[in-house]
């Protein structure tokens, strides 16, 4: 089973849609998460931390699971702009630098 | 505030070659973080590096690859022998300290191997 697992999509949704990605993880002990945007050829950038209390950015709102070892991010009214690649990134306990990177999930905003 | 600087922004090297690659942390930051990532893979975890110090490479191979962060100067990552499989794109990122946990990277070096 891979540390990091996501579907790699691509998820075509039309404008002002609402979407959902999922990511699992499994190592239970992993301390921390966040989702990170790929632009195509480009480097991650940081969108979101994600708490285990949930948060949320304008649009973008990220949850975790710990029980079920999952975290997800939800985009509404999505744009045109939000079309990339979503990437999950877990900090497994054993060292907190070591970034674990899911494949990622494209999107693609349709008009 | 200049981002994490990362060059060349694309490398050519015939098999057999030395490749170099070079990573400017963020003003401030301390940690230097190196990425791999594969065609249609995600980014691996390839090295951790504070000054003069390698904190934690147990993600770069073994042979071939060596990475440094001087006094002075940029990190380096540097493959030796170049091979056609080392064709990737080479990520790093910056943070001002490790309980930050926050990394900015830089534009990355696409590396092809002819």
């Known amino acids: 089973r891979k540390e990091v697992e996501q579907d790699p999509g691509p998820f075509n949704v039309p404008e002002g849609a609402t979407v959902a990605f999922n990511c699992t993880y499994s190592?239970?002990?992993?301390?921390?998460f966040f989702w990170y945007r790929q632009d195509c050829r480009k480097e991650p950038k940081l969108l979101m931390s994600?708490?285990?209390s949930g948060n949320e950015d304008g649009r973008f709102t990220a949850q975790l699971n710990r029980a079920s070892q999952y975290i997800s991010l939800l985009i509404r009214d999505s744009k045109l702009s939000d079309s990339a690649t979503y990437l999950c990134?877990?900090?497994?306990?054993?060292?907190?630098?070591?970034?674990?990177f899911g494949t990622g999930t494209r999107l693609k905003v349709l008009a | 505030n200049a981002g994490v600087m990362q060059n060349p922004r694309h490398l050519v090297r015939r098999r057999g070659q030395e490749a170099r690659l070079r990573c400017s942390p963020m003003?401030?930051?301390?940690?230097v973080y190196w990425y791999r990532q594969l065609p249609e893979e995600g980014l691996k975890f390839m090295v951790y590096?504070?000054?003069?110090?390698?904190?934690?490479e147990s993600g770069m191979p073994k042979e071939r690859f060596s990475a440094e962060f001087p006094k002075e100067g940029p990190s380096i990552l540097r493959i030796q022998q170049v091979v056609r499989g080392d064709s990737a794109a080479y990520f790093c990122?910056?943070?001002?300290?490790?309980?930050?946990?926050?990394?900015?990277f830089g534009p990355g070096t696409r590396l092809t191997v002819l």
């Open positions: 990134v877990v900090n497994p306990p054993s060292g907190t630098y070591k970034y674990i």
């Open positions: 990122a910056s943070s001002r300290r490790t309980a930050d946990n926050e990394q900015f």
């Open positions: 994600v708490y285990s």
């Open positions: 003003k401030g930051h301390s940690h």
């Open positions: 590096l504070q000054k003069e110090n390698i904190i934690d």
């Open positions: 190592n239970s002990a992993s301390q921390s």
